[in-house]
């Protein structure tokens, strides 16, 4: 009973039950104060005629009303109805943004924490990466020293000296990724710091295209050094980054190639300095393009091809090198047919320093 009374249709006629009551009694009181029954000393007999037309026109106009309350009284309940469902709707979405909200709490905590664990993570792994370098300098000291040391004795021959260079340079090389390591952090937190200075780009290319020859001759593929005619002999630019950009995109692009070769091109205009190393190797699939210069990324997915030694850094540090310094690299790529990496790179020319070079320090011994 109550479930109909509270319904849309038991509303309405609850609604005009009572104003077909309340219209009833206004004009059954109109009825009677307009047409006289009688009084205290004369008897008054009203016209019959004027009594029934009182009554039919008050009749009609009791339906007339009745029918618009019936309308309006219908709206009424329409919009009752709406505000109801508004009603319940709203609390519905607000119980529902409430838990979301609830949730996003949970969840922002959640990755607070996360995020915590990740920073003590990160500082744990800096100290480690520390202390290895360290570690690690020490023998590659001795390496490179005892290079030099062996490359001054006179009884070596000439041709042996190219090789005690080559020597040394790889172990300066082994250095600097040590301290790529460290480049990682340094470059993420915004504290590396790219030094501006003189040095000769034809000495840097040469030394960087013997130390390679030499990897590409044991692996049975050419190497191609490709320069060109209007590299300026002096730039200007960090030797040292630069040295690690060039040293990872050819160390890259020997080891991933079996057959055919390596091409280093050097091109050079309006100051700017273009870089591309070519190869002929395994090639990368669209899909892994940009997944190679994400940290400790690896993309060989060769069924079968035999495990190729290396972390994962060497892109990764070059990308960031590259952009730190001002330039930026592109990749072309198709699967097995080789890759083409592309850097450039801001290098002002410059003219030969006239300072002169303080002379080189006799090494006595150990």
């Known amino acids: 009973m109550t479930t109909r009374l509270n319904s849309r249709l038991g509303q309405y006629l609850g609604i005009m039950l009572i104003i077909s009551l ?17 009084g205290s000393e004369i008897e008054i007999r009203p016209d019959t005629g004027a009594r029934e037309s009182v009554g039919t026109a008050l009749t009609q106009v009791y339906f007339i009303l009745l029918i618009i309350s019936g309308v309006i009284a219908w709206l009424f309940v329409l919009v009752h109805e709406s505000r109801k469902v508004a009603n319940e709707e709203t609390r519905r979405q607000t119980s529902l943004l409430m838990r979301e909200i609830r949730a996003h709490s949970r969840n922002d905590r959640k990755l607070q924490r996360a995020k915590e664990v990740a920073e003590a993570a990160n500082h744990a792994k800096s100290r480690y990466v520390i202390g290895i370098s360290h570690e690690l300098r020490s023998p590659l000291n001795a390496i490179s020293g005892y290079a030099q040391l062996i490359r001054r004795d006179p009884v070596i021959p000439e041709h042996s000296r190219e090789t ?8 300066d090389h082994l250095a600097g990724l040590i301290e790529g390591l460290l480049d990682i952090s340094k470059i993420e937190a915004g504290h590396l710091t790219i030094y501006r200075e003189c040095f000769n780009l034809h000495e840097l290319l040469t030394q960087i ?27 200007y630019g960090n030797e040292k980054r630069l040295r690690q950009v060039l040293i990872n995109l050819l160390s890259n692009a020997i080891k991933w190639t079996h057959e055919g070769g390596v091409t280093l091109e050097v091109n050079y205009h309006s100051q700017v300095a273009e870089f591309s190393v070519i190869d002929t190797g395994i090639g990368i699939v669209p899909e892994n393009l940009d997944r190679i210069f994400i940290p400790f990324e690896r993309v060989d997915d060769r069924e079968g091809a035999p495990p190729v030694p290396g972390m994962g850094l060497g892109l990764a540090i070059t990308k960031l090198l590259a952009e730190v310094m001002g330039g930026d690299i592109r990749v072309e790529s198709m699967p097995e047919k080789g890759s083409t990496f592309l850097v450039r790179i801001l290098l002002s020319s410059a003219q030969q320093p006239m300072e002169p070079q303080s002379p080189e320090k006799a090494i006595l011994g150990l």
Do not use: E, W
């Open 22 to 38: 309340t219209l009833g009694g206004i004009l059954s009181f109109g009825y009677y104060g307009a047409v006289p029954h009688g």
């Open 164 to 171: 005690i260079d080559v020597i040394k340079n790889s172990a």
């Open 209 to 235: 295209v013997d130390m390679f020859r030499l990897q590409a001759d044991a692996k049975v593929i050419d190497f191609v050094y490709a320069p060109s005619d209007y590299l300026p002999t002096h730039v």
